[in-house]
Nanobody, 125 residues
Framework: QVHLVESGGGLVQAGGSLRLSCAAS????????MGWFRQAPGKEREFVAA????????YYADSVKGRFTISRDDAKITVSLQMNNLKPEDTAVYYC??????????????????YGQGTQVTVSS
């Protein structure tokens, strides 16, 4: 059984930083692409960032490019999201997700088969 557990969320002022982590268990972590999604109140869940298996190619939503950095540590079986220069519009529940293959694209939810329970990020103005 696969478990993805996010941590690191919290309340921060605009311009501040947070680092989210996702601890994984279950199947071989290094065999999977990993991603982060977020969902703000009243909105659809949206893609934030992804990192491929093996080479570690990274992908970002335009809204976070240059501010967020995704990374993975296969030895520690974790994926992280460093978020800098946070804005109030970044407020959302952030979800870690696992993908065996980006068969419908790295930003498509359908490419991911497991999601964590989420961690709340709140950015005050």
């Amino acid at each position: 059984q696969v478990h993805l557990v996010e941590s690191g969320g919290g309340l921060v002022q605009a311009g501040g930083s947070l680092r989210l982590s996702c601890a994984a268990s279950g199947d071989t972590f290094r065999s999977y692409n990993m991603g982060w999604f977020r969902q703000a109140p009243g909105k659809e869940r949206e893609f934030v960032a992804a990192i491929s298996r093996n080479i570690g190619t990274t992908y970002y939503a335009d809204s976070v490019k240059g501010r967020f950095t995704i990374s993975r540590d296969d030895a520690k079986i974790t994926v992280s999201l460093q978020m800098n220069n946070l804005k109030p519009e970044d407020t959302a529940v952030y979800y870690c997700a696992r993908s065996r293959v980006f068969f419908s694209g790295y930003a498509d939810e359908d490419s991911y088969d497991y999601y964590g329970q989420g961690t709340q990020v709140t950015v005050s103005s």
